[in-house]
């Protein structure tokens, strides 16, 4: 038996409707599933927040962007050679409050920087001083 056209088209017409709703139902579990593995992954690490990342004109984007979280870095130390892990936490200040370059890592250890920075102030002061004696020489 055939139906008459509009019953089928009310037929056709629930049941678009029934699967939107189905649908909806999906993407919304999808995106509750997604915050939750979010929150998963923030209990266990510290996320990036690109919008605190000081602009870069490379073209690539930095693996930690790229996965959104930092990951404790292990590293031997330039200068003495000692093993060292760059937390996530000094990364976020590093890239995120420091503004440091997102192309580059940590190099030193906390003794080998110290040193380096104390080295650098004393330079600057020698210099700073060598300056001052010239310009005094000069008038
Ligand atoms: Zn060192």
Redesign the pocket.
Known sequence: MKMPRDTRLTILERRRVKRGAREAEVAQERAREMAAAKRELAKRHVLVNPQNLRPTNSYGTPDFVKRGHYVDMPFN??????L?VWTEFQQKWWYESAKGDVWTKSV??????KREQARRAAAREVHLAGLAAKGKHEQ
């Open positions: 130390c330039k200068s003495c050679g000692v060292q030193l250890c906390r003794n080998c920087r």
